[in-house]
């Protein structure tokens, strides 16, 4: 090879690195400016924008048949149970209360059509997805059941309803969002009473508005109200809407946030799943 040659290509591998330098410092410039555009987004705003998912609060226990709730095969493992002969619910109910200690919240039991029933273990919560072990044990324990009711059992492939939910998971984890917005700089001791779907807790020099997207029907009227609550009440006080690490929130902020309150919403309902339904509120405890 000539010097001639190796120096043009010494020049041709320079500036190939120098379009690949370049293109890779346009994508990081674009992100940053990204996280601007939306970070300032104030987005202290945003709290709890998942990687990790809260664990469920505690709250009373129903007997199984007065929950109100229904198995749903998108969040529950639904074993059906069926039986020659009408299943009878007390000795049913008798036989499901282990499963309810064992289980808790997780578990659902339902009438069916034709005197079935069917069995349910709800799959994913703000807890995560149950694991391999535990849905084995469950399917065990409710094929158990079944042998002694005399009733025979008809459920879905575990692999398969355990990677429908890990996808599920993905998404919720990505949805879960809460938007809190900050009034500082003054005493606010009184608030307008009504119902409202954000909470209000007094601080020492305010008070914070906090909306769980997820969890609220119409969540992007329900920010869209939170938003002017605070802008009304900062205004009336002389006070400050900030985010939380006191940056200003303006109404540019604000809109930036209801728009990623909307695409929360989008991406659930793309799953059937309306923020604030009944199945929003099992999926998100």
Same mark, same amino acid.
């Given at each position: 090879?000539?010097?001639?040659?190796?120096?043009?290509?010494?020049?041709?591998? !320079?500036? !190939?690195?120098?379009?690949?330098?370049? =293109?890779?410092?346009?994508?990081?410039?674009?992100?940053?400016?990204?996280?601007?555009?939306?970070?300032?987004?104030?987005?202290?705003?945003?709290?709890?924008?998942?990687?990790?998912?809260?664990?469920?609060?505690?709250?009373?226990? %129903? =007997?199984?048949?007065?929950?109100?709730?229904?198995?749903?095969?998108?969040?529950?493992?639904?074993?059906?149970?069926?039986?020659?002969?009408?299943?009878?619910?007390?000795?049913?109910?008798?036989?499901?209360?282990?499963?309810?200690?064992?289980?808790?919240?997780?578990?659902?039991?339902?009438?069916? %059509?034709?005197?079935?029933?069917?069995?349910?273990?709800?799959?994913?919560?703000?807890?995560?997805?149950?694991?391999?072990?535990?849905?084995?044990?469950?399917?065990?324990?409710?094929?158990?059941?079944?042998? %002694?009711?005399?009733? @025979?059992? @008809?459920?879905?492939?575990?692999?398969?309803?355990?990677?429908?939910?890990?996808?599920?998971?993905?998404?919720?984890?990505?949805?879960?969002?809460?938007?809190?917005?900050?009034?500082?700089?003054?005493?606010?001791?009184?608030?307008?009473?009504?119902?409202?779907?954000?909470?209000?807790?007094?601080?020492?020099?305010?008070?914070?508005?906090?909306?769980?997207?997820?969890?609220?029907?119409?969540?992007?009227?329900?920010?869209?109200?939170?938003?002017?609550?605070?802008?009304?009440?900062?205004?009336?006080?002389?006070?400050?809407?900030?985010?939380? =690490?006191? =940056?200003?929130?303006?109404?540019?902020?604000?809109?930036?946030?209801?728009?990623? !309150?909307?695409? !929360?919403?989008?991406?659930?309902?793309?799953?059937?799943?309306?923020?604030?339904?009944?199945?929003?509120?099992?999926?998100? @405890?």
């Amino acid at each position: 090879m000539t010097d001639l040659q190796f120096g043009l290509l010494l020049i041709g591998a !320079v500036a !190939v690195a120098a379009v690949l330098i370049y =293109n890779r410092l346009q994508e990081r410039a674009a992100g940053r400016r990204a996280e601007r555009t939306f970070g300032s987004r104030h987005a202290d705003a945003l709290l709890g924008e998942t990687g990790a998912r809260r664990e469920p609060a505690a709250a009373p226990r %129903k =007997n199984a048949m007065q929950s109100g709730a229904l198995p749903d095969a998108r969040l529950d493992y639904v074993i059906d149970l069926a039986a020659p002969r009408r299943i009878a619910a007390a000795s049913l109910l008798e036989l499901w209360t282990p499963l309810e200690h064992r289980f808790a919240k997780r578990v659902l039991l339902a009438a069916s %059509k034709g005197g079935g029933w069917s069995a349910a273990l709800q799959l994913v919560t703000r807890a995560g997805v149950a694991s391999e072990s535990e849905l084995l044990e469950f399917r065990s324990e409710v094929e158990t059941l079944a042998a %002694k009711l005399g009733a @025979s059992v @008809s459920a879905p492939e575990m692999r398969q309803a355990l990677d429908a939910a890990r996808s599920l998971d993905r998404v919720c984890a990505q949805a879960d969002i809460q938007v809190a917005l900050h009034v500082v700089g003054a005493a606010i001791t009184e608030i307008e009473a009504g119902e409202q779907a954000f909470q209000v807790t007094p601080r020492e020099d305010g008070i914070t508005l906090t909306l769980d997207v997820v969890r609220t029907p119409e969540p992007a009227r329900s920010f869209q109200a939170m938003a002017r609550s605070a802008r009304q009440l900062a205004a009336a006080h002389g006070a400050r809407l900030v985010d939380d =690490n006191g =940056n200003p929130v303006d109404e540019r902020a604000l809109a930036a946030i209801g728009t990623e !309150v909307e695409a !929360v919403r989008h991406m659930l309902a793309e799953r059937g799943i309306e923020p604030g339904s009944p199945l929003a509120l099992r999926l998100f @405890s």
